[in-house]
């Protein structure tokens, strides 16, 4: 069996699409448990974009062990020191290079020619030569690049030393059979002891998935791609699904990886939990009703026998085959054992918050599902000092009346009290929470959803909002949605005053 080496990008390439933030905690929340999946490199982010992201990238470079920690540079000198600095504290770190190959992006987006390319390359690799640091390159858009040019770069690159180099269908508009051409043409150009060939895949036409595995199946040795498949534009490969083909045809592909499949449930949770993005249904693996058979001929032959309708089985990606539902006959045990079936473990302190919180839920809610206590604990890991609590609200609202909101928070033990007028009730919520926390907050998106069945279930709003010149994502959750939504508009403050600390 030959090892695949799995490159997660969520924190870079999946932060990229327009719905996804992370802060820097929620980076290395997201990297811990990415380690725990077993992941071989978490490529954490872009330092050169800006403090922020650099202080990003440091932390999960100083706070997550186990995988090599990445960071994004372009053939810079600045942007290499930025990446230099942030890795500076890992415990395992590389840095990823990347310049496109092919003519319309070399022309069109830096407006060099491929001389010029291969000479920015070949300094930056001069620049990192006796750094001590491991390097990945990129060839961006390798698979609308000309033969010869990108041999001509993959040869360079590799004569400095460079043992990995990634081709990216920076596009998605390659074809499985070109992916394997050129993956095949160019493992045999750079020989045996050549390096080591890895994949990045665009979804535009759909076809990430089946893309990586075709080039691991031509010789590649490692692929990129995000949970759920999201990304820049129209997403990357999935990884849960580039995993389980891999498991799925081990004995006729012979390709292995080191992926704990059984964390893939959590790790979409958790992903669910941090960004707010909604996973669609039908998504392979990881969507609500993969696991769901409706059809009666369906349901009969898969009582008698799983495999006639299930070619993955749901405990192997960690969905639990008949979920442990919570109720208010529930005690602290059982509570705490259905954290730790969550992968959760929690300080004293915590604990007893989200306790507290679990037995304020029983009382409005009859039956406690997973994704209910996820939300609890999410909220008491996102508690941050300094920040505001919601106390109280009242709204007044109905048919033909001026909505009012009264808003009542609690800051390091000081309550502080605002009522305003609005468009609507939830408007006039977070007009009173701009005048205590003297911040004008504009929203720009906001979403609501029930996070399980029944009219008891529990909202989630999610919205994005720019507060001080930062565009910033809240969630938040209750089962009443202006409770919720107020929740979440908070948490966006509270993300801008622990930036600001
Ligand atoms: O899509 C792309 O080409 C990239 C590279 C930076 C790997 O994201
Ligand atoms: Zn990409």
Known sequence: MDRVYVVDTTLRDGEQSPEIFFTPEEKVRFAQQLARLG???IDAGYPALGRDDLHAVAMVAREVKGPVIMALARPRE???RAALEALENAERARIHLYIPVSRIQLRHMLNITPEEAMERAMKALDQLSGQGVEVEFTLEDAFRADRGFLLEMAKAVAAKGVRFINL?????????SQISRVVSWLKGELGEKGPLLSIHCHDDLGMATANSVAALEAGARQFHATIGGVGTRAGN??????VMALKLWEEELGLVTEVETKEFYRTVRILTALTGVMIQPHKAIIGKAAFVHKVESHLMAVVKEKSTFEI????????PRSPMILSKYSGRMS???KLRELGYSLDEERLDMA???????????REIYDEDVVAIVEDVLSRRPGAFILQDFSISSGMGQEPTARVVLLQEGEVKEAASRGTGPIDAAFKAIDQITGFTGRLLNYSIRALTEGKDALGEVVLRVRLKGEEVVGRGVATDIVEASIKAYLDAVNKVLSEES
Do not use: M
């Open 78 to 80: 600045e942007e290499i």
């Open 168 to 176: 990216s269908d920076t596009v998605g508009g390659a074809l499985p």
């Open 355 to 365: 306790y507290q919180r679990f037995r304020e839920l029983v009382e409005k809610k």
């Open 237 to 242: 490969a999935a990884l849960e699904e580039v």
């Open 39 to 41: 992941v071989d490199v």
């Open 335 to 337: 509570f705490e054992d």
């Open 312 to 319: 993955v089985r749901p405990e192997d990606v960690g969905y």
